[in-house]
């Protein structure tokens, strides 16, 4: 007896973890914590937590490549 089964759908994050965003920018958790503190990259707390918006790093991503330079996130923080 066959079911058939539906795939699940798989939607992409609508948030990182910030040790997540650090593996993908190959730094350290430590370093982009810093960063978020002082202000210089954009995240949303949430009980304490802090989260990185997944919309936050792909348009830094398609101006580096459409732009072709290297973006300094320090602005970001406060977008």
């Not at 430590?30 to 210089?40: C, F, H, Q």
């Not at 990259?41 to 290297?70: C, D, H, N, S």
Request: net charge positive; glycine share 6%; no cysteine.
């Amino acid at each position: 007896m066959s079911t058939d089964v539906p795939a699940p759908v798989t939607t992409a994050p609508r948030f990182y973890s910030v040790n997540e965003v650090a593996r993908m920018l190959g730094t350290s958790p430590v370093t982009l914590y810093r960063a978020i503190r002082a202000g210089e990259f954009p995240a949303v707390r949430i009980r304490g937590r802090l989260i990185v918006p997944a919309k936050a790093i792909e348009a830094m991503a398609e101006i580096a490549v459409t732009e072709q330079t290297a973006i300094d996130a320090s602005g970001w923080g406060q977008r």
